[in-house]
């Protein structure tokens, strides 16, 4: 039997396809569980609940799967499947498996994990580029119903025709820079927010073609508030972001009443936010204390992603709030955050990113790292995830030069 809880959330799927269709990437196939299983049927022990399907374990039959509708890739080459996935309980030789099948046949395992958190991107077989019809399935060989497979953000994508390797894509309009402005124009909302203390930070035209805005809430550096990081939040919001920034507190208590704020806004129809905001795809970040604030929040379940700069936690366990990746970045000439930053990525043990930007200091770290807080946003808050190897690969972006970088549990 199959069990479906569903979750509000405005998918926006077709602005996805029009932004890829306008890049080289072509999105194929997309589904986030955002109104049950969508585009997939289950089977056995099926469960959907905050945007992701938890496939559960059991005696006999009765094992957790799900099955895609049938997909068309005609004139499509150069597959790939990014998704999302964690796995709980499973025994050895138990696994969480990720297969597919190419017109009708048997399906081939593309993945089976025993051990796994976080996204994932593989590649499909080339036999399943330029097909009538191919499916994807994901299934857990658990035995017993406490042990689980989960998986969300499923995203097949493409090349059409001879078109060049992706250069970005995703739901926002592609950039040709990371280190610049993007498309945007913004305008600046002061003493706003839950408690008329904030700042929102916005594409000057909101909604325009039906977007619905990602959310980025940043918390500023101790002593200081929005106005200090007004370069910052610009650039951020000029590539499509809305940014909610409030002078910080160690517990974080601000970013969670601006998310619940701009939430509420989202459905208040006398509200410029109103029906404008995708409520699926919000982060938190901040600078020194903002991080810590940050660190704070991080299990609260609508965040996507969190952004830690020169902000490591004192008593080295701020990662124990994390749920989701996260992105560290310090400063070598950081001689007090810095060293708490290490102890933070070495007791993390979700999907981390983290950067010692060789001479950068605790004050400029914000803006010397803020390419890579942009390009960090459109992967995990815009499906750009040709950004992955940016931060992942040898010789990416952010992994060379004056990016002196470690990543691990991906």
């Not at 995830?385 to 010789?395: E, I, K």
């Amino acid at each position: 039997m199959t069990f479906i809880s569903m979750r509000n959330s405005a998918l926006g799927a077709a602005l996805v396809l029009l932004a890829a269709a306008a890049s080289a990437q072509t999105v194929v196939f997309q589904e986030r569980f955002d109104g049950g299983l969508g585009q997939f049927s289950g089977s056995g022990s099926v469960y959907v609940s905050d945007a992701s399907a938890r496939l559960a374990g059991a005696f006999g039959s009765g094992k957790g799967a799900i099955t895609s509708a049938p997909i068309d890739t005609t004139g499509v080459s150069r597959l790939s499947l990014t998704f999302s996935r964690s796995t709980s309980g499973l025994d050895l030789g138990e696994a969480g498996v990720a297969s597919v099948s190419i017109n009708g046949g048997a399906f081939t395992t593309l993945e089976s994990t025993r051990s796994a958190f976080g996204p994932t991107t593989i590649a499909l077989p080339e036999a399943a580029a330029n097909q009538a019809q191919i499916r994807l399935r994901f299934a857990v060989s658990g035995s017993s119903g406490l042990e689980s497979y989960t998986v969300d953000d499923i995203v097949l994508s493409g090349q059409r025709g001879d078109e060049p390797p992706p250069t970005g894509g995703g739901t926002l309009p592609p950039v040709s820079s990371v280190d610049a402005d993007g498309p945007f124009a913004t305008n600046a909302a002061t003493n706003t927010g839950p408690a008329r203390a904030g700042w929102v930070v916005h594409p000057a035209t909101l909604g325009a073609n039906g977007l619905k805005h990602p959310v980025f809430i940043w918390g500023p550096g101790a002593g200081t508030g929005p106005s200090n990081y007004d370069f910052h939040l610009r650039r951020i919001a000029s590539h499509g972001f809305i940014v909610y920034s409030e002078t910080s507190t160690s517990s974080g208590s601000e970013m969670k009443a601006a998310i619940d704020w701009l939430i509420a806004e989202n459905g208040r129809p006398a509200s410029p936010y109103y029906q404008k905001i995708d409520t699926a795809r919000i982060a938190a970040g901040g600078h020194s204390r903002g991080s810590v604030g940050t660190f704070a929040i991080a299990s609260d379940p609508r965040l996507k992603t969190t952004i830690h700069v020169a902000g490591g936690s004192f008593d080295g366990q701020g990662s124990r709030n994390l749920r989701k990746p996260a992105a560290y970045i310090c400063g070598s000439e950081d001689t007090t955050a810095t060293p708490n930053c290490r102890n933070d990525y070495t007791a993390t043990t979700t999907p981390v990113f983290f950067t010692v930007i060789t001479g950068a200091t605790h004050i400029n770290a914000a803006r010397e790292g803020l390419p890579a807080i942009v390009a960090w946003l459109r992967w995990h808050l815009a499906d750009e995830t040709d950004r992955r190897a940016s931060f992942l690969a040898p010789g990416g972006a952010f992994t060379t030069g004056k990016w002196v970088s470690q990543q691990k549990n991906w």
